[in-house]
């Protein structure tokens, strides 16, 4: 494969400012890294406010200094690989994971690299100061023609997964990680708080085929709940929190004993009650974990959570090992992501599709770049 010394990639001059199509130099990969030529890059409907409000909303948590080339979630195929990578080569497809860490801590010597000090979304916004190094070494996003990344970061797709599709695995995996956590299997009743999201079809999805005995989910709007529920209607509950307590939804179907999990997929701006009342909607022994970041102070009775031997997890993201097995459940046609609707921008239109994200179908709506 020919590779050029330039690329095309969308660039942000300013906070909040529109983005900029530029040449900019070929990214060159480390020993231990690989090139990918971007054939696709998810985009979500909170991207407007991380480009324009971050710096402001969460100043502890950086963004890549700009001029900076964004971009979470890209997908597409190898185009070179570093001195050292054996496992992979030229022509893989791929999905990159866009967690990165610093791979020496104590932390991510034992497997836990989304607890390292130094963790940043390469092209997005890190997680502490910490996190400038990681931009430094990875400065390029997906909203590019190429992007470098470790090997270490790379999920092979199958070839009845398109890269569309794979630029979805992100969000998809946020919801799967959280499963994952509370060793959602059969026999188990799990409640998902806005399950007709961008976060909250992914834990439908793999929940689903995970083996989940029954699945309750929650939301506003109820045509897309029904939507949800034709995915498996013996096996999905459905409830508009606009008709009611969420608690005594799950009361009803659980014979008063409550779930087995809760996955809050709410964002910020969320009401903080149907938070609480999914921690009220636990069985003895159930477990929590809250993927969307409702924003403010929630006021929780500990007590209660000790007393009933619960748990309350935060999940931020999902590993690259977690992404590699979701790529291999659709490759044996465990899971269908067919569900997905597609709407693909070349990235000379970035800033037409940032703005215009706003208007979508739930979390059916899958847009991203075509670089």
Not at 84 to 107: A, F, I, M
Not at 314 to 332: K, P
Not at 335 to 351: C, G, H, K, R
Not at 357 to 369: E, P, Q
């Given at each position: 494969?020919?590779i050029s010394?330039t690329?095309?990639?969308?660039r942000?001059?300013?906070?909040g400012?529109?983005?900029k199509?530029?040449t900019?130099?070929?990214?060159?990969?480390?020993?231990?890294?690989?090139?990918v030529r971007?054939?696709?890059c998810?985009?979500?409907p909170?991207?407007h406010n991380?480009l324009a409000?971050?710096p402001?909303?969460?100043?502890?948590?950086?963004?890549?200094?700009?001029?900076?080339?964004f971009?979470l979630?890209?997908?597409?195929?190898?185009?070179?690989v570093?001195?050292q990578?054996?496992g992979l080569?030229?022509?893989d497809?791929?999905?990159?994971?866009?967690g990165?860490?610093?791979?020496t801590?104590r932390?991510?010597?034992r497997g836990d690299?989304i607890?390292?000090?130094?963790?940043?979304?390469?092209?997005?916004?890190g997680f502490?100061e910490h996190a400038?190094?990681?931009f430094?070494?990875y400065?390029i996003?997906?909203?590019s023609e190429?992007?470098?990344?470790?090997?270490?970061?790379?999920v092979k797709?199958?070839?009845?997964?398109?890269?569309?599709?794979?630029a979805?695995?992100?969000y998809?995996?946020?919801?799967?990680s959280a499963?994952?956590k509370?060793?959602?299997?059969?026999?188990?009743?799990?409640l998902?708080?806005?399950?007709?999201g961008?976060l909250?079809?992914?834990?439908a999805i793999?929940?689903?085929?995970?083996?989940?005995?029954?699945?309750l989910?929650?939301?506003?709007?109820?045509?897309?709940l029904?939507?949800?529920?034709?995915?498996?209607?013996h096996?999905?509950e459905i409830?508009s929190?606009?008709?009611?307590?969420v608690?005594?939804?799950?009361?009803?179907?659980?014979?008063g004993?409550?779930v087995?999990a809760f996955?809050?997929?709410?964002?910020p701006?969320a009401?903080?009650d149907?938070f609480?009342?999914?921690l009220?909607?636990l069985r003895r022994?159930g477990?929590?974990?809250?993927?969307g970041?409702?924003?403010?102070?929630?006021?929780i009775?500990?007590h209660r959570l000790?007393?009933?031997n619960?748990?309350?997890?935060?999940?931020a993201?999902?590993?690259?090992?977690?992404g590699q097995?979701m790529?291999?459940m659709?490759a044996?046609?465990i899971?269908d992501?067919s569900?997905l609707?597609?709407?693909?921008?070349p990235l000379?239109?970035?800033?037409?599709?940032i703005?215009?994200i706003?208007?979508?179908?739930?979390g059916?709506?899958n847009?991203?770049?075509?670089?």
């Amino acid at each position: 494969m020919t590779i050029s010394q330039t690329m095309t990639a969308a660039r942000m001059h300013t906070v909040g400012g529109e983005m900029k199509i530029e040449t900019l130099e070929m990214p060159k990969p480390g020993d231990m890294d690989v090139l990918v030529r971007v054939k696709a890059c998810g985009i979500v409907p909170n991207l407007h406010n991380i480009l324009a409000n971050w710096p402001t909303w969460f100043p502890h948590m950086p963004q890549p200094p700009l001029p900076a080339v964004f971009g979470l979630d890209p997908a597409g195929e190898i185009a070179a690989v570093g001195r050292q990578v054996h496992g992979l080569k030229v022509g893989d497809r791929v999905y990159v994971n866009p967690g990165r860490s610093c791979g020496t801590c104590r932390h991510c010597r034992r497997g836990d690299s989304i607890s390292c000090k130094h963790y940043a979304f390469q092209g997005y916004f890190g997680f502490s100061e910490h996190a400038f190094q990681t931009f430094e070494d990875y400065p390029i996003g997906g909203l590019s023609e190429y992007t470098a990344a470790p090997a270490s970061a790379i999920v092979k797709i199958p070839d009845n997964m398109t890269f569309d599709q794979a630029a979805r695995l992100g969000y998809l995996g946020t919801a799967y990680s959280a499963l994952k956590k509370v060793n959602a299997g059969p026999g188990d009743t799990i409640l998902v708080n806005g399950i007709s999201g961008t976060l909250g079809i992914g834990a439908a999805i793999f929940g689903l085929a995970m083996g989940v005995k029954k699945i309750l989910g929650t939301g506003r709007d109820k045509a897309l709940l029904e939507e949800i529920k034709a995915f498996a209607p013996h096996r999905i509950e459905i409830f508009s929190i606009n008709d009611g307590n969420v608690t005594d939804f799950v009361m009803k179907h659980t014979e008063g004993e409550g779930v087995d999990a809760f996955l809050d997929c709410n964002g910020p701006g969320a009401l903080h009650d149907t938070f609480r009342q999914g921690l009220l909607s636990l069985r003895r022994g159930g477990i929590a974990v809250d993927i969307g970041a409702i924003a403010g102070l929630v006021e929780i009775d500990v007590h209660r959570l000790m007393d009933r031997n619960q748990r309350l997890y935060g999940s931020a993201w999902l590993t690259t090992a977690e992404g590699q097995e979701m790529a291999d459940m659709v490759a044996a046609g465990i899971v269908d992501l067919s569900i997905l609707e597609t709407q693909s921008f070349p990235l000379s239109d970035v800033n037409i599709a940032i703005s215009g994200i706003a208007r979508r179908h739930g979390g059916f709506s899958n847009f991203v770049i075509c670089p």
